[in-house]
């Protein structure tokens, strides 16, 4: 089945530098790799998501790239804030597998003022 | 619009007893996932369901664990039996379908389950 490795674990910042975070996965079948938020004691909020069919998306402040030859996706997020503290998960699924998402093992983003 | 609603939020129940959560999708959603995350773990996918039917129960353990979506009402993961090793947040998810790659899944608030 599908492996999602995700690093670093934990990641500090100051605000306004950038951080970025990087996922590999096994299965090449994999189409579709969304990014979650979670703060703590709160509901995994999805704040990005690419295809397959395209090598980067931006939103804003957040850009993730896909390089499918190499099987690794990363999340950019620039001019961070202290708002962008919180813990970061990449996932993977495919189409013939009913969509469900094979998680990372997350990343505790700490930005500090 | 309301979101994908679950209850209870919290739930403490002692060894041996059952735990009933429920997920409401969001409107329009018939398609729910369950996941559960271990104190400062990620995500695991347990079971796959759209209406009156499981699609995808291989993240599920084999015993004790069971999940419904019926015609009516909410979806229900039933623990029977638990043991402490079951405490973790569960969340449920719900999806629109209508992409051929990639549809987004809406994340509920979870149901914090504590054993006893």
């Known amino acids: 089945g599908e492996n999602v490795e995700q690093h670093p674990s934990t990641l500090s910042v100051q605000e306004g530098d950038s951080a970025v975070i990087k996922c590999t996965y096994s299965?090449?079948?994999?189409?579709?790799f969304p990014w979650y938020k979670q703060e703590l004691g709160k509901r995994p909020q999805l704040i990005i998501d690419?295809?397959?069919?395209?090598g980067e998306k931006k939103d804003q402040r957040i850009a993730v790239t896909l390089n499918k030859t190499a099987k690794h996706f990363s999340l950019h997020i620039t001019e961070t804030q202290p708002e962008d503290s919180a813990v970061y998960f990449c996932?993977?699924?495919?189409?013939?597998?009913?969509?469900?998402?094979?998680f990372g093992a997350g990343t505790q983003v700490v930005v500090t003022p | 619009n309301a979101g994908v609603m679950q209850n209870p939020r919290h739930l403490v129940r002692r060894r041996g007893q059952e735990a009933r959560l429920r997920c409401s999708p969001m409107?329009?959603?018939?398609?729910v996932y369950w996941y559960r995350q271990l104190p400062e773990e990620g995500l695991k996918f347990m079971v796959y369901?759209?209406?009156?039917?499981?699609?995808?129960e291989s993240g599920m353990p084999k015993e004790r664990f069971s999940a419904e979506f019926p015609k009516e009402g909410p979806s229900i993961l039933r623990i029977q039996q638990v043991v402490r090793g079951d405490s973790a947040a569960y969340f449920c998810?719900?999806?629109?379908?209508?992409?051929?790659?990639?549809?987004?899944?809406?994340f509920g608030p979870g149901t914090r389950l504590t054993v006893l």
């Open positions: 998810a719900s999806s629109p379908i209508k992409q051929v790659i990639g549809n987004e899944q809406f």
């Open positions: 299965d090449s079948a994999s189409n579709y």
């Open positions: 690419i295809r397959s069919n395209v």
């Open positions: 996932a993977a699924s495919k189409t013939d597998s009913w969509g469900k998402l094979q």
């Open positions: 409107k329009g959603h018939s398609h």
């Open positions: 369901l759209q209406k009156e039917n499981i699609i995808d």
